[in-house]
């Protein structure tokens, strides 16, 4: 497994982060906590959950999980780089959700007590919160990062605007800013190249991309109707986009490789691309994936997935002079 820096940091984090969002709802804990091992053995340091996710089983549910595997074995800990997330409500009071002060340090104590852990490694914002001034939300992360609580701030759903102006507020305080944002990319969801990519290049923040196979139309055909590519909006996007996924096949077959693990080396090969979150519900998919950080993509396949999947491009020259 191949390492990148976070952004603009020093950590290292591996080219594939373990998504955990179905590990508890639709994935047992035997099953996830086989995936976790899978991960440390293949050299994954680099996993993502956030405080809403546990679905049927109710918010919190997957922290909990994550903590129980933590201390199945405390040498764990050290091992990986822990993300989790803040924003998403996670009960029904009115304050209990958003980017307030008092919630990021209420939310924050309760995700370290549901991980089991003293600190978290990427504390990020789930999604912007446009009621929430950005010197409070800085106030709120530099008294945890002053308490040891978390080490690194990213962002997840930002657009390019609210990168730029939390980092502003950053640098003109001396804060190291925002390290990373999590964002939708991939090659059938590509509008991340007009705004947000740039903004991260210019301020040395990593993306992580999420959805990589774009909700399981970049995984191929599959015969589990349980999954999500069974899903009927899934399977409505695949009748959509079915030209360019015929193409795509094609060409994944000339290749020699499974469609999952081109989409997701495909994004590796993107500037400014820390990371991709894949997020498995069975252990075999995992394995599968683990493959895409070896496959190198040449000009000409790469150039043929640019006509498969048009770039968006930067903003304006996407759309004007």
């Known amino acids: 497994m191949k390492h990148r820096r976070l952004g603009r940091t020093a950590l290292q ?32 340091n680099f996993i993502d959950t956030a405080d809403q996710y546990g679905g049927r089983l109710g918010v919190g549910a997957t922290e909990r999980l994550l903590g129980e595997w933590l201390a199945e074995d405390p040498s764990r800990r050290d091992r990986v780089v822990l993300a989790t997330k803040v924003h998403e409500p996670m009960s029904e009071d009115v304050n209990d959700r958003g980017l307030s ?32 001034p950005v010197e409070e939300i800085w106030q709120a992360m530099d008294r945890l990062i002053a308490q040891g609580k978390i080490t690194y701030v990213g962002s997840s759903n930002f657009p390019g ?8 507020k950053a640098l003109a305080s001396h804060r190291l800013g925002l390290v990373c944002e999590q964002s939708l990319y991939n090659l059938v969801e590509r509008r991340a190249e007009l705004e947000v990519l740039p903004a991260c290049q210019a301020y040395g923040v990593g993306v992580i991309a999420w959805s990589p196979l774009a909700g399981g139309l970049l995984a191929g055909t599959s015969t589990d109707p ?57 252990r075999d998919q995992f394995a599968a994936l683990l ?24 903003a304006p020259e996407a759309y004007a002079w």
């Open 101 to 132: 002060a008092r919630h990021i340090q209420r939310a924050c104590d309760a995700s370290l007590k549901r991980l089991g852990v003293d600190h978290i490694d990427l504390y990020q914002m789930h999604h912007v919160d446009r009621a929430a």
């Open 13 to 44: 984090v591996s080219e594939i982060c373990l998504g955990t969002m179905n590990f508890g709802p639709l994935t047992s804990r035997e099953e996830s906590f086989a995936i976790l091992n899978d991960a440390l053995e293949a050299g994954v």
């Open 161 to 168: 605007w609210a990168i730029a102006r939390f980092n502003e």
């Open 291 to 314: 493959q895409a950080p070896g496959l190198g993509l040449d000009e000409s396949a790469l150039a043929r997935l640019d006509t498969i999947f048009p770039a968006c491009g930067a």
């Open 226 to 282: 349980s999954g999500r590519r069974g899903a009927a909006a899934v399977r409505d996007a695949s009748g959509v986009h079915a030209d360019r996924l015929a193409a795509f096949t094609t060409l994944c077959n000339e290749l020699g490789q499974a469609p999952g693990v081109v989409a997701i080396a495909w994004l590796l090969h993107q500037p400014g691309i820390t990371s991709a979150i894949v997020g498995p519900r069975r």
